[in-house]
């Protein structure tokens, strides 16, 4: 074969030289068979391990979901930031014994591989064309290059955030007769543009960008502050912290009117969560609150966009929603704490006001009932959930479609699951213990039967308030970076920020783009009776018309 030499094909030509070669050969043989079960052994425990991680991951899937659907046989956790480390973790730990154990050792082995159909790149990213040509060989001197085709690939890329400085100059004149070349009376120059903060030395793009990364990816300002010093840029947490509350003071305007369109929809969800806050002058925490008002109409059809509004109090008592709520009628979806029952109350008594329906959630019944299953305290409990589950696959079935669709299914094949369930519950009740936690949840179901089954006959309203959990969960993000100082010592700043940022993203707007352009908007006097053209729900990229 041309390019082999001779001695490449040598056979042995004595019988010495052939006994030798294939002692040689036989040796090869047995090393290399050793070698092949080594690397099925280490392939065998590496197929092990990566199933033992996947197998770790699908619990904790499932135990991560389990806090809305219940999974059962599920232990559910609590730290949603720390099963985040997990599966980062787990992931990391499953790609790294891969590379180890799966990568073919020939790169031109891994070439000839068949290229893993995958999704591409959103078209709004900016593409930075790189041209590899072959290398030029001497044989090929003189002659015709013909392109028969190209191979194309796209990597992800990333420039980090770099600081940079907005030099604006404004020019100083006075003018000149043309004739006897005497100067004018009077300097002319252009006004000073106005910013949110007023003689400062950020630009509104970068208090949308601390704003953003604070309130939206729960990035405290002692963070922020070690990260810009690493470009050179010092900034400290407690100038931004000025920084954010004249932030919120010129944003309340606009998170007010987020809540007002909420109280205008014909269903409202609501929920509050406890935050750590300083009391007083004696430096240790107590306890506040964060209230969220939701409203989103896409699960009965309606067009209308969807909307968180917060507040931060330090009570939940019922004039803290009463006061949020002032003037809305109609359903409100909650769980069972006692402050919206107490709300409902006092409006039916008042004949000025109209009345205020509560629809009751059934998640936060089932996680009472979940509880008492993974704890194996209750075959009645464990039996619930397996007849919920029906509950819900109806749901899946009408989500979206109109209020009429929906009370029909409802009434066709939820009505009975329901009817069932209390049956089951009010006999379970007269045979057990009053005090024992079965006889406690059980009592709860029967204490909100009426806002339990409205569901049933409106198909406006929803069998859980999961909207208002899953618009008021990022928060907890936030919550475990904070301490405030009440309302006044950031808590009402960062309802304010917050509704705004949160908004946009349950509207898939990113909520640094749309932060930025509204400031931007704000300082150059946008007008308020357009303040809806502001709401994130419009907004519009410079340049998309």
Same mark, same amino acid.
């Given at each position: 074969?041309?390019?082999?030499?001779?001695?490449?094909?040598?056979?042995?030509?004595?019988?010495?030289?052939?006994?030798?070669?294939?002692?040689?050969?036989?040796?090869?043989?047995?090393?290399?068979?050793?070698?092949?079960?080594?690397?099925?052994?280490?392939?065998?425990?590496?197929?092990?391990?990566?199933?033992?991680?996947?197998?770790?991951?699908?619990?904790?899937?499932?135990?991560?979901?389990?806090?809305?659907?219940?999974?059962?046989?599920?232990?559910?956790?609590?730290?949603?930031?720390?099963?985040?480390?997990?599966?980062?973790?787990?992931?990391?730990?499953?790609?790294?014994?891969?590379?180890?154990?799966?990568?073919?050792?020939?790169?031109?082995?891994?070439?000839?591989?068949?290229?893993?159909?995958?999704?591409?790149?959103?078209?709004?990213?900016?593409?930075?064309?790189?041209?590899?040509?072959?290398?030029?060989?001497?044989?090929?001197?003189?002659?015709?290059?013909?392109?028969?085709?190209?191979?194309?690939?796209?990597?992800?890329?990333?420039?980090?955030?770099?600081?940079?400085?907005?030099?604006?100059?404004?020019?100083?004149?006075?003018?000149?007769?043309?004739?006897?070349?005497?100067?004018?009376?009077?300097?002319?120059?252009?006004?000073?543009?106005?910013?949110?903060?007023?003689?400062?030395?950020?630009?509104?793009?970068?208090?949308?960008?601390? !704003?953003? *990364?604070?309130?939206?990816?729960? $990035?405290? %300002?002692?963070?922020?502050? +070690?990260?810009?010093? =690493?470009?050179?840029? &010092?900034?400290?947490?407690?100038?931004?912290?000025?920084?954010?509350?004249?932030?919120?003071?010129?944003?309340?305007?606009?998170?007010?009117?987020?809540?007002?369109?909420?109280?205008?929809?014909?269903?409202?969800?609501?929920?509050?969560?406890?935050?750590?806050?300083?009391?007083?002058?004696?430096?240790?925490?107590?306890?506040?609150?964060?209230?969220?008002?939701?409203?989103?109409?896409?699960?009965?059809?309606?067009?209308?966009?969807?909307?968180?509004?917060?507040?931060?109090?330090?009570?939940?008592?019922?004039?803290?929603?009463?006061?949020?709520?002032?003037?809305?009628?109609?359903?409100?979806?909650?769980?069972?704490?006692?402050?919206?029952?107490?709300?409902?109350?006092?409006? !039916?008594? *008042?004949?000025?006001?109209?009345? $205020?329906? %509560?629809?009751?959630?059934? +998640?936060?019944?089932? =996680?009472?009932?979940? &509880?008492?299953?993974?704890?194996?305290?209750?075959?009645?409990?464990?039996?619930?959930?397996?007849?919920?589950?029906?509950?819900?696959?109806?749901?899946?079935?009408?989500?979206?479609?109109?209020?009429?669709?929906?009370?029909?299914?409802?009434?066709?094949?939820?009505?009975?699951?329901?009817?069932?369930?209390?049956?089951?519950?009010?006999?379970?009740?007269?045979?057990?213990?009053?005090?024992?936690?079965?006889?406690?949840?059980?009592?709860?179901?029967?204490?909100?039967?009426?806002?339990?089954?409205?569901?049933?006959?409106?198909?406006?309203?929803?069998?859980?308030?999961?909207?208002?959990?899953?618009?008021?969960?990022?928060?907890?993000?936030?919550?475990?970076?904070?301490?405030? !100082?009440?309302?006044?010592?950031?808590?009402?700043?960062?309802?304010?920020?917050?509704?705004?940022?949160?908004?946009?993203?349950?509207?898939?707007?990113?909520?640094?783009?749309?932060?930025?352009?509204?400031?931007?908007?704000?300082?150059?006097?946008?007008?308020?009776?357009?303040?809806?053209?502001?709401?994130?729900?419009?907004?519009?990229?410079?340049?998309?018309?």
């Amino acid at each position: 074969m041309k390019g082999m030499t001779q001695s490449a094909f040598a056979l042995p030509e004595t019988i010495e030289e052939l006994k030798a070669f294939a002692l040689a050969m036989a040796e090869k043989a047995v090393k290399l068979e050793a070698k092949v079960i080594d690397l099925e052994d280490r392939n065998a425990k590496a197929d092990e391990r990566i199933a033992h991680l996947h197998q770790i991951l699908k619990t904790f899937e499932r135990a991560r979901f389990g806090r809305s659907s219940e999974k059962l046989g599920v232990k559910s956790l609590d730290d949603d930031e720390q099963m985040a480390f997990v599966f980062e973790e787990i992931a990391t730990g499953i790609a790294a014994i891969e590379a180890e154990f799966k990568t073919p050792s020939d790169p031109a082995e891994a070439a000839k591989r068949a290229p893993r159909p995958r999704k591409g790149f959103a078209a709004h990213l900016e593409r930075v064309e790189e041209m590899i040509e072959p290398e030029e060989r001497p044989e090929l001197a003189g002659k015709i290059k013909v392109k028969i085709g190209e191979d194309v690939t796209e990597r992800l890329d990333v420039t980090p955030a770099k600081f940079r400085v907005i030099v604006t100059r404004r020019p100083k004149y006075v003018y000149k007769d043309a004739e006897t070349n005497e100067q004018i009376d009077g300097v002319y120059q252009a006004a000073a543009p106005s910013h949110i903060i007023e003689g400062g030395i950020p630009t509104e793009a970068l208090l949308a960008f601390i !704003a953003t *990364s604070k309130y939206a990816d729960g $990035l405290p %300002l002692y963070r922020q502050e +070690a990260i810009y010093a =690493r470009d050179g840029v &010092e900034i400290s947490r407690s100038l931004m912290a000025q920084w954010m509350g004249r932030l919120g003071f010129e944003l309340v305007i606009l998170a007010d009117y987020i809540l007002e369109a909420i109280k205008k929809a014909e269903r409202v969800f609501a929920d509050e969560t406890t935050l750590p806050t300083l009391g007083g002058t004696s430096g240790k925490a107590k306890v506040a609150y964060l209230w969220a008002y939701a409203r989103d109409d896409r699960p009965f059809g309606g067009q209308g966009p969807p909307m968180v509004a917060y507040r931060f109090e330090d009570n939940r008592s019922t004039e803290c929603v009463a006061n949020h709520l002032k003037g809305y009628s109609g359903i409100l979806q909650v769980d069972g704490y006692v402050a919206y029952k107490s709300l409902a109350k006092d409006l !039916a008594k *008042s004949q000025k006001n109209k009345p $205020l329906y %509560l629809a009751g959630c059934w +998640a936060h019944l089932r =996680r009472k009932f979940y &509880e008492l299953h993974i704890a194996k305290k209750s075959e009645i409990a464990t039996f619930t959930l397996e007849r919920m589950k029906a509950l819900w696959a109806v749901e899946d079935e009408v989500r979206g479609k109109p209020p009429e669709i929906r009370a029909a299914a409802r009434q066709s094949q939820s009505a009975q699951l329901v009817d069932d369930l209390y049956k089951l519950w009010e006999q379970t009740l007269a045979r057990i213990s009053a005090k024992s936690e079965l006889a406690k949840t059980i009592r709860y179901a029967t204490g909100h039967r009426e806002s339990l089954e409205r569901f049933l006959h409106d198909g406006r309203i929803e069998i859980d308030s999961n909207i208002v959990e899953r618009a008021i969960r990022p928060q907890t993000i936030t919550r475990k970076n904070s301490l405030f !100082a009440g309302n006044d010592g950031g808590g009402r700043t960062w309802a304010t920020i917050a509704t705004l940022l949160q908004t946009a993203k349950m509207n898939h707007v990113d909520p640094y783009a749309w932060l930025s352009q509204t400031l931007t908007r704000l300082t150059n006097q946008w007008p308020l009776d357009q303040i809806e053209e502001l709401m994130p729900w419009n907004f519009k990229p410079y340049g998309s018309g």
